[in-house]
């Protein structure tokens, strides 16, 4: 129970038990994790201090040999990358030195004082164990403190009026170890202020994968009546590309459903195209201001997705005066394709 209790499998050695101890009390430690943790932390104790009586009982007064580490190039860095104040490099300094000077030192002690040795020497090995969790402790929460500091900077970058700050954020935001506060930060930029071209390039272009929350999605369509048509155009192809499919019906009727007031009627029928099935008509309102239009493409779009959709009683004059005057064959065939499916129902 103790080595299942630390992750590890029966008959795991001791610097693997040291190693999931302070791997878990950095994860959970109270003053780390908070106080809702202080069980979870008391049991992780519990089991290392068990295991650490059980696995070290049978080998007490014998010096165990240190854990070699990589020895590092001259320098503030390491080979291995690790950092010359690494907390985990001082303790395990001070480990060596006090393991390499307790053994030489043994060799010269009588026989009566080396019995008591091995309590003085567990009581040395925990106090540098809490040593190197109370140094991580502090430089976590440096860490966290460097990397707060610098998400508050990138924000203000993408708040900036200059397009080419902003760019440079998103840049920095698509190589974020984080994706989940990238896309966050990106997210409440949109939904404040409509991006510009440039800007709206390099967002499809960083983000192309799939939006699981959908709310990049919902932040790009929101300026759907409001972009100009090529823009509006490579935004729709996004969210059908990438989008759709893991998005509901509903959701992407709501993404489409700006697209339908903007000004270019190859925008409005390229969003009628990409209509969700099964998700009905668009609203009255939008229905109409859509029948003031006069583009075949437009009407072919939205002839069709009313064959699919269902067609309701206020449309049928519109479409039995389209079905005989409209100029575009394709528009009256569509028209009158409906037109006599109703009167055949």
């Known amino acids: 129970m103790d080595f299942r209790t630390l992750g590890l499998p029966p008959g795991s050695d001791w610097e693997d038990v040291k190693s999931a101890f302070r791997r878990l009390a950095r994860t959970y430690h109270p003053d780390v994790a908070g106080p809702e943790h202080s069980r979870r932390f008391a049991e992780i104790t519990r089991a290392y201090m068990s295991l650490k009586e059980s696995i070290q009982a049978p080998s007490v007064g014998v010096p165990s040999r240190p854990v070699e580490r990589p020895r590092t190039s001259r320098g503030r860095r390491g080979t291995s990358g690790t950092p010359w104040w690494d907390p985990g490099r001082f303790v395990g300094r001070l480990q060596r030195l006090w393991r390499s000077g307790r ?180 609203d009255v309102s939008d229905l109409i201001r859509l029948f003031r239009q006069e583009d075949a493409a437009l009407w072919v779009a939205l002839l069709r997705l009313i064959r699919r959709e269902g067609v309701s009683p206020w449309m049928l004059p519109h479409l039995e005066r389209l079905s005989r005057t409209h100029p575009a064959a394709p528009v009256r065939v569509w028209a009158a394709a409906i037109v006599r499916d109703r009167a055949v129902g």
């Open 103 to 282: 053994a030489s030192f043994a060799r010269r002690r009588p026989a009566e004082d080396t019995q008591r040795s091995p309590a003085r020497d567990r009581f040395v090995e925990e106090a540098l164990d809490r040593a190197e969790m109370h140094f991580r402790q502090i430089l976590g929460r440096r860490v966290a403190a460097r990397e707060e500091a610098l998400r508050a900077s990138l924000k203000r970058r993408l708040e900036s009026r200059h397009p080419g700050v902003v760019l440079l954020a998103l840049d920095e935001l698509a190589r974020s170890p984080d994706p989940g506060y990238a896309r966050k930060a990106l997210v409440e930029h949109l939904n404040r202020e409509r991006p510009d071209p440039e800007s709206l390039r390099r967002v499809l272009s960083l983000f192309p994968g799939a939006d699981p929350e959908g709310g990049l999605a919902r932040a790009l369509s929101r300026w759907g009546g409001a972009y100009a048509p090529s823009e509006a155009l490579s935004v729709i192809r996004w969210l059908r590309g990438r989008v759709t499919g893991a998005s509901t019906g509903g959701e992407r009727r709501e993404w489409l459903r700006p697209f339908l007031t903007n000004p270019s009627p190859e925008v409005a029928a390229l969003a009628l195209q990409n209509w969700p099935a099964g998700t009905g008509l668009p």
